[in-house]
């Protein structure tokens, strides 16, 4: 590991006529990228100037990150929570919720195609000034979130028991996971439609609007989760049920929230939904043509992490649950680094957009160092505080052993996890989705799947080894997201 204030990354030793190719994440660009950019960054300035600038830098990015992450890790903490009270019931709610959120993963593939795309656009046009078509694609990206969402939430409960079977639930996990999926895929187009709030906010430089609804939303999900799974007061106990009611009304304020605040005179784009200019199909297209590679990403890995709960439940119920913890936990810290990059991602869009490529340069290599620090710090934290964050989703002692060796084996993955969303983001932000899009097929199916199954069903050799296979794959997959960044080509390309 190398840190020196002007690069973080991992170094392949070569020999020494072959060391300038060493993988580091350099501000100062690789050559070729230097000829992309032909701006401040290719070497021909003042030395102060590229200090000066790479601070100047620093505060945009945390200005446009750091509200997304925030609001990330607030309606992650939510989710936490939420397990921590299911938790009290049993490991079958836990269990139950795992096995249907991994399948309305799957099932929703779409919000990452069309959210994907929307950023793109909508952050591009924003950047070029142009705030009439800014408007169109804000409005075209909630009709075709929405639409996809009601949709699919109506396929979702025809093959939920299906999906369930599959995945290898018990009798009484399939009974749980229909009541909780059940309202889950009924809202599913105001979840979709949610995410598109946030996005539509910090495109047009407004991050700090999409966090505070993030924070009342997820407070009003906090409040009502205990009400509702115990029946607290004057409310019905109705246990996982309550849960799911509780995050139905949670999504919901989202898009009610999100429509006020768009509508404001004082919003950089008013976003005025009954008049013109309305909706456009060929927005609609631009969108699936350039978020369907980030689409098939999501739904490979979707489907890789379903044969990894399906892998898990070999193992029985109470494994499901302590991975389900354990995903749960580290999602905590994925979803801050998700935030920061989607913050970045609409920044990265804007600068492509006003044909600023060294400062786009500058977002994507600042963003993937945060993510890779704060993912180590979260490491650090996971591993020292495992024994602790297992008592408090389970009291059972039977359960504290192998949950805190599980959470510490995934934990050792999450710096790379880090390289790996840090990266995407620059694809994302410049709407060049395919070469994530490979990349992430070869890293589900040919590291994490392959990984999982040979080291724990074809060797025998547990649980535990199950859990080194994902692990072991995302470290790979880091390394070769920031080797596809150091390329360059999502510099060059167009929206």
């Given at each position: 590991m190398i840190y020196d204030g002007n690069f973080v990354g991992f170094v392949l030793k070569h020999p020494p006529w072959r060391r300038n190719h060493t993988i580091m994440l350099r501000t100062r660009p690789p050559y070729r990228v230097a000829e992309i950019i032909h701006g401040p960054l290719d070497g021909g300035e003042p030395p102060g100037f590229a200090h000066e600038l790479k601070r100047a830098m620093f505060g945009e990015v945390l200005s446009m990150g750091l509200p997304s992450m925030t609001g990330f890790l607030v309606a992650s903490l939510y989710e936490l929570i939420?397990?921590?009270?299911?938790?009290?019931?049993?490991?079958?709610?836990?269990?139950?919720?795992?096995?249907?959120v991994t399948f309305i993963w799957v099932l929703s593939f779409p919000n990452m195609v069309v959210g994907t795309?929307?950023?793109?656009?909508?952050?591009?046009?924003?950047?070029?000034g142009?705030?009439?078509?800014?408007?169109?694609?804000?409005?075209?990206?909630?009709?075709?979130?929405?639409?996809?969402?009601?949709?699919?939430?109506?396929?979702?409960m025809l093959i939920l028991p299906t999906a369930l079977r599959i995945m290898g639930a018990s009798p009484e996990v399939q009974h749980q996971g229909l009541i909780y999926g059940g309202v889950q895929l009924g809202i599913l187009g105001f979840a979709m439609t949610g995410y598109s709030v946030y996005t539509a906010l910090r495109s047009i430089g407004k991050p700090r609007e999409a966090l505070w609804i993030q924070v009342i939303s997820t407070v009003i999900n906090?409040?009502?989760d205990p009400l509702l799974i115990f029946g607290w007061g004057p409310f019905p106990e109705l246990g996982i049920l309550g849960a799911s009611i509780a995050t139905a009304c949670a999504h919901t304020s989202v898009v009610i929230m999100g429509c006020l605040v768009l509508e404001r005179p004082k919003c950089p784009v008013?976003?005025?939904?009954?008049?013109?200019?309305?909706?456009?199909?060929?927005?609609?297209?631009?969108?699936?043509?350039?978020?369907?590679?980030?689409?098939?990403n999501a739904l490979?890995?979707?489907?890789?992490?379903?044969?990894?709960v399906k892998f898990v439940a070999n193992y029985g119920t109470v494994m499901v649950a302590l991975y389900g913890m354990s995903t749960k936990v580290l999602h905590f810290g994925v979803m801050a680094v998700v935030g920061l990059g989607l913050g970045t991602g609409a920044l990265i869009g804007q600068f492509l957009g006003s044909r600023e490529l060294h400062k786009a340069w500058l977002a994507g290599v600042l963003s993937i160092r945060l993510a890779f620090w704060i993912m180590v710090g979260f490491t650090?934290?996971?591993?020292?505080?495992a024994p602790l964050i297992v008592r408090m989703f389970f009291s059972d002692p039977s359960m504290q052993e192998p949950g805190v060796t599980i959470l510490r084996i995934v934990a050792l993955s999450l710096p790379f996890i880090g390289l790996h969303i840090g990266a995407e983001t620059a694809f994302e932000g410049a709407g060049q989705n395919m070469p994530p899009m490979i990349l992430s097929l070869v890293?589900?199916?040919?590291?994490?799947?392959?990984?999982?199954?040979?080291?724990?069903?074809?060797?025998?050799?547990?649980?535990y080894a199950v859990m080194a296979g994902y692990a072991l794959a995302h470290v790979i997959g880091g390394i070769a997201a920031l080797w596809l960044f150091r390329r360059g080509s999502w510099l060059k390309h167009e929206v």
């Open positions: 939420n397990m921590f009270w299911l938790a009290k019931i049993g490991p079958a709610p836990v269990a139950a919720v795992t096995m249907c795309g929307s950023v793109a656009i909508i952050s591009r046009r924003f950047g070029e142009d705030l009439p078509r800014t408007e169109q694609a804000i409005k075209s990206t909630f009709l075709l979130k929405f639409g996809c969402g009601f949709l699919l939430g109506l396929l979702g906090c409040i009502l008013r976003v005025r939904w009954f008049r013109a200019p309305q909706p456009a199909l060929f927005e609609m297209r631009q969108m699936f043509r350039i978020g369907f590679p980030a689409g098939i490979s890995f979707s489907l890789a992490m379903s044969l990894a650090g934290v996971l591993l020292l505080g890293h589900s199916w040919f590291m994490v799947v392959p990984f999982m199954y040979i080291m724990g069903t074809v060797l025998e050799w547990g649980p």
